[in-house]
């Protein structure tokens, strides 16, 4: 078995996110293989149609919660398309966890931001719920997730679950324009909202995914807040094909996402070339 | 290095007979097959002096076949290791159920007899990503099984540029063992064990060296160091420098606007090794997931889902092949992702030349008066150094 060979894995359930986003739950047909498999939050995978090819997902689900993982998938090209229409009992493939992850637990005692824009909520996802299903070790969590509209939100259960909690903040935002008569949120970018929300910086962690336009914006404000880029995570997204650093695309400058990444400081991002 | 051994071009059609008759394959260059393009030779730039379009290196039946002489074979040796496209695994779907087909990750014993010197270092090169962590087996097998001697180069032309990136005309990196051409034969020396042990299995076609010999081996092989030791002259760790900390330059629009993204220099390139993974349907419910070479000169090789491409023009994606070859992977494995094989060169229909953009970036390095980072010297070739 070569390293590019997945493991078969079956779709136990599929959760409806937006009009064109599903999140899919998926236990490995191998049972021994699946006992064994274990990752940390903020790692990859490679996940498979067959017929229509593989792509690069974050694993959205928890390591905190064994037995599955659920990757969230907006469907945009031939393999999204394919797996978009996936049901209960199918058959895909996965390779991974490949990559580094979110150093959690160096995080032990410390305020915790989570900043997510769009699908950008999907390996922030893992990181919140690996935090709260250790609640304890962990001092306040901010989330500020925005969307282009309450359409595009993900996690709609989720959220309210989160809004639902006294040691969670959840602020949520959409762009302007993409509100509803019934939103009750916040309307405008993430960028901005985050700096109303002013979260303290103080011994806070904050952890950023989004849009690369967004994430762009969001650092400068973190900085205003007096977040040291050391503080602030971030995980990329690039074109992937391997996932273990061979085939050449997700290099940014001397970084190759896929081995080096995708999560880096922004100390780090803001080291490589201008190119992402 | 073993003491050279004496081939005689008799004694080569016998082994490579015996090789192949032991089920062995044997590799080397070889006129091209197929089609002949008319008019091909007298579309060879005037540089050219060898025979460059017009070998092959392939999978021989004789030693008729082979041409141990001047010429440069038009594609690398790298097909016989990351083929253009080649299976991964192959699947099947019963029902439910998906059925997956493993491909093998061990080959047949091959010998490659007679490849370039460049086109062999390039995959001491590139093993080092494919074994960065994660250890490519298919990449691997093929290594493992295949034993390979270089034939020292006599320089094709001024588009060679070898001793530029650290290479030399009869450098033995990644291979087993060398050939040089003298009267009658070859002079053979096996510089691994692969290649002791391929020379003592065969040893009854070798024998001990004709009287100056060794002379002609040695005269031939300095020859050549002198004809391409002058053809491109830089300090290949300023150029690093210079690319490391030049990434935003008007240089790179200069050397874009001339590119027309076609890809074709990264298809002839012994190190480049950039792949794409696709999915083929043979059937319904049946296909192979295979590995194909992919370039970093077309669009899409890095657009996002969502549209968002980082190299989203040619001056941006030409500055990632210089990027890569001459600085990431210098970075990355301390190796520069180059031979100076020149086929990029011969091969660019818009008439980028890399060896001429090299000498541009190490001039260009000391116009701006930056003072190239010596701290980190990988072998910077003495005799250009500043």
């Not at chain 1, 762009?216 to 995980?235: I, N, R, Y």
Request: glycine share 10%.
């Amino acid at each position: 078995m070569n390293i590019y060979q997945p493991q078969l894995a079956t779709v136990t359930a599929v959760i409806d996110e937006t009009v064109d986003t599903r999140t899919f739950r998926l236990e490995f047909r191998d049972e021994g293989f699946g006992r064994e498999f274990s990752f940390r939050a903020g790692q990859f995978g490679e996940y498979s149609v067959f017929g229509a090819g593989e792509s690069t997902f974050c694993i959205a689900s928890p390591p905190t919660r064994g037995g599955y993982i659920e990757c969230t998938v907006k469907a945009a090209g031939k393999v999204t398309a394919e797996l978009r229409e996936l049901n209960v009992g199918d058959t895909v493939g996965f390779r991974g966890p490949y990559g580094n992850w979110f150093p959690v637990d160096d995080w032990v005692g410390r305020d915790l931001v989570f900043i997510a824009g769009g699908i950008g909520l999907a390996p922030v996802r893992c990181v919140i719920w690996n935090v709260l299903d250790r609640r304890d070790e962990f001092g306040a969590v901010t989330i500020v997730y925005g969307a282009r509209s309450v359409g595009d939100l993900v996690y709609k259960h989720e959220l309210g679950e989160w809004a639902a909690r006294d040691d969670v903040t959840l602020v949520t935002t959409v762009d302007p324009g993409g509100e509803t008569p019934d939103w009750d949120g916040r309307v405008g970018f993430v960028p901005a909202v985050l700096g109303e929300v002013a979260p303290a910086a103080g011994n806070a962690v904050a952890v950023v995914c989004g849009p690369p336009v967004m994430i762009k914006f969001t650092f400068p404000v973190l900085e205003g807040l007096g977040f040291a880029d050391d503080d602030v995570f971030t995980t990329l997204e690039m074109r992937m094909k391997c996932g273990v650093g061979k085939c050449g695309r997700c290099n940014i400058g001397s970084v190759y996402v896929c081995k080096d990444g995708p999560v880096f400081t922004a100390t780090q991002v803001k080291a490589m070339p201008a190119e992402y | 290095m073993t003491e050279p051994l004496f081939l005689s071009h008799e004694a080569l059609a016998d082994l490579v007979a015996g090789l192949i008759a032991a089920g062995t394959a044997v590799i080397g260059p070889a006129p091209a097959g197929g089609p002949v393009i008319p008019g091909l030779e007298e579309r060879q730039r005037p540089t050219v002096t060898g025979m460059y379009g017009t070998l092959e290196y392939r999978e021989v039946r004789s030693a008729d076949d082979l041409a141990l002489g001047p010429g440069m074979p038009r594609l690398s040796l790298k097909q016989f290791f990351l083929p253009q496209n080649e299976a991964l695994f192959a699947w099947k779907r019963r029902g439910a159920e998906t059925e997956i087909h493993e491909t093998p990750t061990t080959f047949n014993p091959r010998v490659v007899l007679g490849a370039k010197p460049c086109d062999v270092a390039a995959l001491e090169i590139v093993d080092a990503v494919m074994n960065w962590e994660y250890h490519d087996e298919l990449w691997n097998g093929r290594r493992a099984a295949t034993t390979i001697f270089a034939l020292a180069c006599g320089v094709e032309d001024d588009h060679c540029f070898c001793p530029s990136v650290g290479v030399a005309p009869d450098t033995t990196k990644g291979a087993d063992g060398l050939f040089t051409p003298v009267s009658g034969g070859f002079l053979v020396e096996a510089t691994t064990d692969k290649g002791r042990v391929f020379l003592e299995s065969y040893g009854a076609h070798f024998s001990a060296p004709p009287a100056g010999g060794t002379d002609e081996a040695r005269a031939y092989r300095e020859a050549a160091h002198g004809r391409v030791g002058a053809n491109v002259q830089i300090d290949a760790v300023r150029v690093k420098d210079w690319i490391e900390h030049h990434f935003e330059d008007p240089f790179w629009a200069t050397l874009g606007v001339r590119c027309n993204g076609c890809g074709a220099c990264t298809m002839v390139c012994p190190t480049c090794h950039c792949f794409d993974i696709v999915d083929e349907e043979e059937g319904v419910g049946c296909g192979t997931r295979r590995r194909c070479w992919d370039t970093c000169q077309a669009g899409k090789f890095t657009l996002h889902a969502s549209n968002h491409n980082p190299r989203a023009d040619q001056i941006a994606r030409y500055r990632q092949r210089i990027n890569h070859k001459f600085a990431v992977y210098p970075v990355k494995f301390d190796e520069v992702l180059c031979t100076g094989c020149g086929r990029c060169v011969r091969t660019c229909q818009m008439g980028q030349n890399i060896g001429e953009i090299l000498v541009a970036i190490d001039q260009y390095a000391q116009q701006t008066g930056e003072a190239p980072d010596t701290t980190d010297v990988a072998a910077p070739p003495a005799e250009v150094a500043p």
